[in-house]
C-alpha cells in the first residue's frame, strides 16, 4: 500500500491510496486538532454512506474505523473519483467567465439538491437537531474562538456578542454541508459543469440552509482568500457576482432568502474562527503540506467584514465580491 498526501492541516488530512491497482481516499483528523468537535471522521462517513444514491453526487464509502491503534486516529475511506478539482486561480486561469457561471450554478445546483432532501428518508432524521442551530452555531463558534485564539482581535468578539443579540429564528431546516466550496467538488474532467462528488463533509449536519448558501459566498470575498493561501479559486475576480448566485439559489429553491445579512455575519464569524485555528495549527507545527502562513492575517479582514454585513447599506444585503 502507498499513501500520498493530498491535502492537510486546513481540515482533516486527506491521502489518496493505492495498492497499484485499485485508489481509495483516506481522510483523517488533523495533527495537533484544537476544535475536535469539527473534525468528527463518523459523522462525516456516515453522511457520506446516507447519501450515497440519493441526487447528491458523493463517493461511495468503503470503510469507518474510530481504532486508533490502526493509524494513530481514526479514519475514513471511501473511493477516489476521476475528475478535476480547482482549488486556485492557476486552476481556474484558462477557463473563461461564462464557463465559470456555469460551473458556480452547477454547485448552487447540487446544493439545492442537498436541501431538497428530507432527512428522514436517507435515515439522517437524528444526524442533528435543526430547532435552535443558529443559536447553537453561534456558541459553538464562541468556544472555538477562544480555543484557537493566539492573540487579541476585538472584531472577533464584537461579532460574537452582535451574532449573539441579533440570532433570529431559523428560515428553514436541511440537511446542510457545511463547507460548499468550489474545490470541495469534484468536477467531470471535460465537462466541468457535472459534479461528480461532493467532498469534506466534516461539517455537515441538520439545520438551517440559509447557512450553506452564506458561507459558500463568504467564499466568494477577497478576504476569505488569505485563509487558502491568497490563491483561491473561490475568490477568483471573474467568478460570478454574489447577486448571481443568491437570485440562482432563491429560483432553484424556491426558498425566500431573508434574514441573509445575519447569516453572513455568522459565516463570517466562523470563516475568521477556522483561519485563527489554522494559524494556530501553523504556529505549533502540526500543519502538513501546504503554506499557511497568510491565514492568520485573515482573521481580522473576516471578522470587519462580518461586523459590516450584519449593519449592511440600506439597499442590500451583500458578501464583499
Known amino acids: 500500500m502507498h499513501a500520498e498526501l493530498i491535502s492537510g492541516g486546513r481540515s482533516n488530512l486527506t491521502y489518496r491510496i493505492t495498492d497499484g491497482s485499485s485508489h481509495w481516499v483516506l481522510r483523517r483528523p488533523p495533527l495537533g486538532g484544537l476544535t475536535p468537535s469539527a473534525h468528527d471522521m463518523h459523522r462525516e462517513y456516515h453522511v457520506v454512506e446516507a447519501l450515497r444514491g440519493s441526487t ?54 447540487v446544493m439545492v439538491a442537498l436541501h431538497n432532501i428530507e432527512p428522514e428518508s436517507v435515515g439522517l432524521a437524528e444526524f442533528g437537531r435543526p430547532d435552535g442551530y443558529l443559536r447553537r452555531q453561534v456558541a459553538r463558534w464562541t468556544d472555538q474562538w477562544s480555543r484557537v485564539a493566539t492573540e487579541p482581535v476585538p472584531d472577533v468578539d464584537s461579532l460574537g456578542r452582535l451574532l449573539s443579540e441579533k440570532c433570529p429564528r431559523e428560515s428553514g431546516h436541511s440537511i446542510v454541508h457545511g463547507d460548499v466550496r468550489i474545490d470541495n467538488a469534484i468536477l467531470d474532467p471535460v465537462e466541468h459543469t457535472t459534479v461528480r462528488a461532493l467532498i469534506d463533509w466534516e461539517m455537515a449536519t441538520l439545520g438551517d440552509p440559509l447557512a450553506d448558501l452564506a458561507l459558500h459566498l463568504v467564499y466568494r470575498d477577497q478576504a476569505f482568500s488569505p485563509v487558502l493561501g491568497g490563491n483561491a479559486a473561490s475568490a477568483d475576480p471573474r ?69 459590516a454585513a450584519l449593519s449592511p447599506p440600506q439597499s442590500g444585503s451583500k458578501a464583499r465580491g
Open 56 to 109: 447528491v453526487p458523493v463517493a461511495r464509502p468503503v470503510a469507518y474505523a474510530d481504532d486508533t491503534s490502526i493509524i494513530g486516529a481514526p479514519f475514513a475511506v471511501v473511493e477516489h473519483v476521476d475528475g478535476a478539482v480547482l482549488r486556485s486561480r492557476d486552476d481556474i486561469a484558462r477557463l473563461s467567465s461564462t464557463e465559470l457561471a456555469d460551473i458556480s450554478e452547477a454547485l448552487i445546483d
Open 239 to 307: 467568478m460570478p457576482p454574489t447577486d448571481h448566485l443568491v437570485q440562482h439559489y432563491a429560483l432553484k429553491s424556491g426558498r425566500p432568502v431573508h434574514q441573509l445579512d445575519f447569516h453572513l455575519g455568522l459565516a463570517y464569524f466562523k470563516s475568521a474562527v477556522i483561519a485563527a485555528g489554522i494559524h494556530a495549527r501553523h504556529l505549533a507545527g502540526h500543519d502538513a503540506g501546504s503554506d499557511f502562513t497568510s491565514a492568520g492575517g485573515a482573521v481580522p479582514l473576516l471578522a470587519a467584514s462580518g461586523l
